[in-house]
């Protein structure tokens, strides 16, 4: 299985601030990389597909973008309604394997 | 309106069975490959299985393979997802997913339900 390993675990930023999430693949899944918003109590909603696509309705602040196996999320202008985990996914392969979660909190 | 609605959740005894169903309404199932996905209390996600838009090729994951049973009814626009052996570590909230196109097993999930708790204790 792809293992999917995400850092940092949790992090605490302001509002505006600009916040990145790092997920690297333990071998190459070209683009096939997704992140996911989950609020608490909530189902995942899906941010970015294939990278650095922005799903339909996803507000622009989000981006992705991918180094190799590490691929990137970015928050820019942290909003308070940002708060939530947030989780890569590879669709490379089956099974499909997420990432631990990251969870972000707004000081 | 575009949603997913998962039922047959509650509480269990280990080594019981339960049918979890998850209703599709404002698109068309049979169009799109599904998977279930988990969250254990406190826990991440992770993948439990997924069915292509036929029905025809299935596949699990190694801590449920030969105890869950995903199935779909394309006339129905319903998934299902048969859970038997249950243990303690089963329990968790269950998601059905939706494939964001194309009938691939792995994929992008753009469309979720709003889970079902199963509980597994004695």
């Known amino acids: 299985d792809f293992q999917m390993t995400q850092s940092p675990s949790s992090l605490s930023a302001s509002v505006g601030d600009r916040v990145t999430i790092t997920c690297r693949a333990s071998q190459s899944i070209r683009d096939y990389l997704n992140w996911y918003q989950q609020k608490p109590g909530k189902a995942p909603k899906l941010l970015i597909y294939a990278a650095s696509s922005l799903q339909s309705g996803v507000p622009s602040r989000f981006s992705g973008s991918r180094s190799g196996t590490d691929f990137t999320l970015t928050i820019n202008n942290l909003q308070p309604e940002d708060l939530a985990t947030y989780y890569c996914?590879?669709?490379?392969?089956?099974?499909?394997?997420f990432g631990q979660g990251t969870k972000v909190e707004i000081k | 309106e575009v949603q997913l609605l998962e039922s047959g959740g509650g509480l269990a005894q280990p080594g019981g069975s339960l049918r979890l169903s998850c209703a599709a309404s404002g698109f068309t199932l049979r169009m799109y490959a599904m998977s279930w996905v988990r969250q254990a209390p406190g826990k991440g996600l992770e993948w439990v299985s997924g069915?292509?838009?036929?029905?025809?090729?299935?596949d699990y994951a190694d801590s449920v393979k030969g105890r869950f049973i995903i199935s779909r009814d394309n006339s129905k626009n319903t998934l299902f997802l048969q859970i038997n052996s249950l243990g303690v570590d089963d329990t968790a909230v269950y998601y059905c997913?939706?494939?964001?196109?194309?009938?691939?097993?792995?994929?992008?999930?753009?469309?979720w339900g709003q889970g079902t708790t199963v509980t597994v204790s004695s």
């Open positions: 996914q590879q669709s490379f392969s089956t099974p499909p394997t």
């Open positions: 997913a939706k494939a964001i196109s194309g009938d691939y097993l792995s994929a992008a999930f753009d469309l």
């Open positions: 069915i292509s838009a036929s029905g025809g090729t299935t």
